[in-house]
């Protein structure tokens, strides 16, 4: 496609390039191993407990990655065996991640608060061989581990970050607060361990070809049960060298900055953004395990003075409604970008008049890898979601199948580009549902695309209900909630949330008079994490239905 096919091109900051390239790097841990080796001397990652606080430098983070690398490569997984990753926002996260790339295995990034019965689904579907798993959350592992492919388990510990007395003391305290349940895996290794024994031997590094798979990451897609999205080193490179493009007015200062990262490194946002784009810059990434203790997290903010800062709608509009937050010095803030749900333009508004700095607002997805588009630093249009970013193309397509150009009608939103996935993991069918013919991905996203070729979202052709951020699917919702005993007929919607955006609101026909609400919601808090777990429960005596018996979610919408 041709450049001039993109005419948001002329929207474009002086010293933002059109394309990036990769050429100077040969696959994404190549890229790791190059910066955790350039920036060495540098603090690269800390976690806040409490009081206590754990940095890593980048050296420490190679060495400790080189030797879960070389743990793992001992326990005889091949190479490509699929090692998924169950921990919260803690310095282990980052050297268990570049270690199971190191040993050329595929990092499956999985939600730590899932179920068992949500773990189940994604380690079978992604055949996962081996899982580092947080202790705080090894109940539910336990639940179904024989139900699933993994034969080798990493558990790490809160405290385990720190070691010695005070981590053990710190682990006496989160298990005397029930906040890790008893769990018995017998042929688990400590993370503590597993470094000590991997530390021994060196691992073997792989040769990765720019086109091999690097993660699968998991997501909805446009409908039904959770896909694993296929990403691989071009994917990923390409996007950070997109949002490292972006980054050009910014003054970023390689070694000096430090990044505030509240999202769960889980999430595809926060994994790429985060985790994996600020290490081309030798910044320090401050992770916070839990963002939703707004005080804690002011006083994370106040002691670390980040100059860089990820987050979403929610997490904004907390800290504007905080006094304390708002009488700290933020003179530091340099960049601050908001993602994975809409930025509300009052919130984006109250933020500048605080900060002095506009909240960027971007578009992406998981199949994106993520980022498809955002506000340019200096041309911020509260309301839109920005222009495509370098290398990206994107075009609206209407329900007649043409094309609409700048300024004309709605359509659906879809993107080409080197982000863009290979495909959903052992999916066909539904990969070839979510690609047109001519080889763009169909977002599922109603917009339009002003004249200047900044872009507006305006609708959802999908069901996908959005819950602060997080993608959550009704075809689930309502398949977990029909196998209840009680349930004859279940429905299930999205309702405007003003602290979520949207909340799961579900209508339940019952099969068995005797079922009450609080039976139901104890069955949801079972079998669905907790942004899943619906907000809002109504019975019914029936469901609208069209003609052929198809439940109207449409008109259940309409209604609320």
């Not at 189940?120 to 202790?135: C, G, L, P, S």
């Not at 003075?305 to 010095?329: C, H, I, Y």
């Not at 004309?408 to 993107?415: A, P, T, W």
């Given at each position: 496609?041709?450049?001039?096919?993109?005419?948001?091109?002329?929207?474009?900051?002086?010293?933002?390039?059109?394309?990036?390239?990769?050429?100077?790097?040969?696959?994404?841990?190549?890229?790791?191993?190059?910066?955790?080796?350039?920036?060495?001397?540098?603090?690269?990652?800390?976690?806040?407990?409490?009081?206590?606080?754990?940095?890593?430098?980048?050296?420490?983070?190679?060495?400790?990655?080189?030797?879960?690398?070389?743990?793992?490569?001992?326990?005889?997984?091949?190479?490509?065996?699929?090692?998924?990753?169950?921990?919260?926002?803690?310095?282990?996260?980052?050297?268990?991640?570049?270690?199971?790339?190191?040993?050329?295995?595929?990092?499956?990034?999985?939600?730590?608060?899932?179920?068992?019965?949500?773990?189940?689904?994604?380690?079978?579907?992604?055949?996962?061989?081996?899982?580092?798993?947080?202790?705080?959350?090894?109940?539910?592992?336990?639940?179904?581990?024989?139900?699933?492919?993994?034969?080798?388990?990493?558990?790490?510990?809160?405290?385990?970050?720190?070691?010695?007395?005070?981590?053990?003391?710190?682990?006496?305290?989160?298990?005397?607060?029930?906040?890790?349940?008893?769990?018995?895996?017998?042929?688990?290794?400590?993370?503590?361990?597993?470094?000590?024994i991997g530390g021994q031997k060196r691992y073997k590094p792989y040769k990765s070809d720019i086109d091999d798979m690097v993660c699968i990451q998991y997501t909805g897609g446009t409908t039904g049960v959770a896909k694993g999205a296929v990403l691989t080193n071009q994917n990923l490179l390409y996007n950070m060298e997109q949002m490292k493009a972006w980054l050009g007015d910014a003054d970023i200062k390689e070694g000096r900055e430090v990044m505030l990262t509240p999202l769960p490194m889980y999430h595809i946002f926060s994994f790429t953004v985060?985790?994996?784009?600020?290490?081309?810059?030798?910044?320090?990434?401050?992770?916070?395990?839990?963002?939703?203790?707004?005080?804690?997290?002011?006083?994370?903010?106040?002691?670390?003075?980040?100059?860089?800062?990820?987050?979403?709608?929610?997490?904004?509009?907390?800290?504007?409604?905080?006094?304390?937050?708002?009488?700290?010095?933020?003179?530091?803030?340099?960049?601050?970008?908001?993602?994975?749900?809409?930025?509300?333009?009052?919130?984006?508004?109250?933020?500048?008049?605080?900060?002095?700095?506009?909240?960027?607002?971007?578009?992406?997805?998981?199949?994106?890898?993520?980022?498809?588009?955002?506000?340019?630093?200096?041309?911020?249009?509260?309301?839109?979601?920005?222009?495509?970013?370098?290398?990206?193309?994107?075009?609206?397509?209407?329900?007649?199948?043409?094309?609409?150009?700048?300024?004309?009608?709605?359509?659906?939103?879809?993107?080409?580009?080197?982000?863009?996935?290979?495909?959903?993991?052992?999916?066909?069918?539904?990969?070839?549902?979510?690609?047109?013919?001519?080889?763009?991905?169909?977002?599922?996203?109603?917009?339009?695309?002003?004249?200047?070729?900044?872009?507006?979202?305006?609708?959802?052709?999908?069901?996908m209900i959005l819950v602060s951020g997080f993608n959550v699917y009704p075809n689930e919702i309502e398949d977990v909630i029909a196998a209840h005993p009680k349930v004859l007929e279940v429905a299930a919607i999205g309702v405007s949330d003003e602290k979520s955006t949207e909340a799961v609101k579900i209508f339940v026909v019952k099969k068995d008079a005797s079922l009450t609400e609080a039976e139901l919601r104890s069955y949801n808090s079972a079998n669905f994490t907790g942004y899943k777990k619906p907000k809002h429960i109504e019975f019914r005596?029936?469901?609208?239905?069209?003609?052929?018996?198809?439940?109207?979610?449409?008109?259940?919408?309409?209604?609320?």
């Amino acid at each position: 496609m041709a450049t001039e096919d993109r005419f948001w091109l002329k929207s474009y900051p002086e010293n933002v390039p059109h394309d990036v390239s990769i050429e100077q790097h040969d696959s994404l841990i190549g890229f790791i191993d190059e910066n955790l080796k350039k920036f060495e001397d540098k603090a690269a990652y800390t976690c806040f407990i409490g009081n206590n606080q754990k940095t890593l430098s980048y050296l420490e983070v190679d060495k400790g990655a080189a030797a879960i690398a070389s743990y793992l490569q001992g326990l005889g997984l091949k190479k490509g065996a699929k090692v998924a990753i169950m921990l919260p926002n803690i310095v282990q996260y980052p050297v268990a991640l570049f270690g199971i790339m190191r040993g050329g295995f595929i990092a499956v990034n999985t939600n730590p608060l899932y179920t068992s019965r949500e773990i189940k689904h994604q380690f079978n579907d992604a055949e996962v061989e081996a899982v580092i798993i947080a202790e705080n959350f090894a109940h539910e592992l336990q639940k179904v581990l024989a139900q699933t492919p993994v034969k080798h388990i990493i558990t790490a510990s809160i405290g385990g970050m720190f070691g010695g007395f005070k981590g053990w003391l710190i682990n006496k305290v989160l298990k005397f607060k029930g906040l890790v349940p008893k769990f018995s895996l017998p042929n688990a290794v400590t993370f503590r361990k597993a470094v000590l024994i991997g530390g021994q031997k060196r691992y073997k590094p792989y040769k990765s070809d720019i086109d091999d798979m690097v993660c699968i990451q998991y997501t909805g897609g446009t409908t039904g049960v959770a896909k694993g999205a296929v990403l691989t080193n071009q994917n990923l490179l390409y996007n950070m060298e997109q949002m490292k493009a972006w980054l050009g007015d910014a003054d970023i200062k390689e070694g000096r900055e430090v990044m505030l990262t509240p999202l769960p490194m889980y999430h595809i946002f926060s994994f790429t953004v985060n985790c994996l784009c600020m290490a081309n810059f030798g910044a320090l990434s401050v992770l916070v395990p839990n963002p939703r203790d707004i005080p804690g997290l002011v006083e994370v903010i106040d002691k670390t003075k980040p100059s860089l800062m990820s987050g979403v709608n929610t997490l904004f509009n907390a800290l504007l409604n905080n006094e304390q937050f708002r009488a700290l010095d933020l003179s530091n803030l340099k960049f601050v970008i908001g993602g994975a749900m809409a930025i509300q333009g009052p919130v984006a508004k109250r933020w500048k008049e605080l900060t002095g700095n506009d909240l960027i607002e971007g578009y992406g997805m998981t199949e994106t890898a993520p980022i498809i588009s955002a506000n340019p630093l200096g041309k911020v249009q509260v309301g839109t979601i920005g222009l495509p970013v370098s290398s990206t193309y994107v075009r609206i397509m209407a329900e007649n199948g043409q094309v609409q150009g700048p300024g004309e009608d709605r359509g659906e939103i879809q993107v080409k580009g080197p982000q863009v996935m290979k495909g959903y993991y052992k999916r066909p069918e539904a990969t070839a549902e979510v690609f047109t013919q001519d080889g763009w991905l169909k977002t599922g996203d109603v917009g339009i695309m002003q004249e200047d070729g900044y872009l507006k979202i305006v609708d959802r052709i999908k069901d996908m209900i959005l819950v602060s951020g997080f993608n959550v699917y009704p075809n689930e919702i309502e398949d977990v909630i029909a196998a209840h005993p009680k349930v004859l007929e279940v429905a299930a919607i999205g309702v405007s949330d003003e602290k979520s955006t949207e909340a799961v609101k579900i209508f339940v026909v019952k099969k068995d008079a005797s079922l009450t609400e609080a039976e139901l919601r104890s069955y949801n808090s079972a079998n669905f994490t907790g942004y899943k777990k619906p907000k809002h429960i109504e019975f019914r005596n029936e469901l609208p239905k069209t003609n052929v018996g198809k439940i109207l979610r449409r008109a259940l919408r309409e209604e609320s």
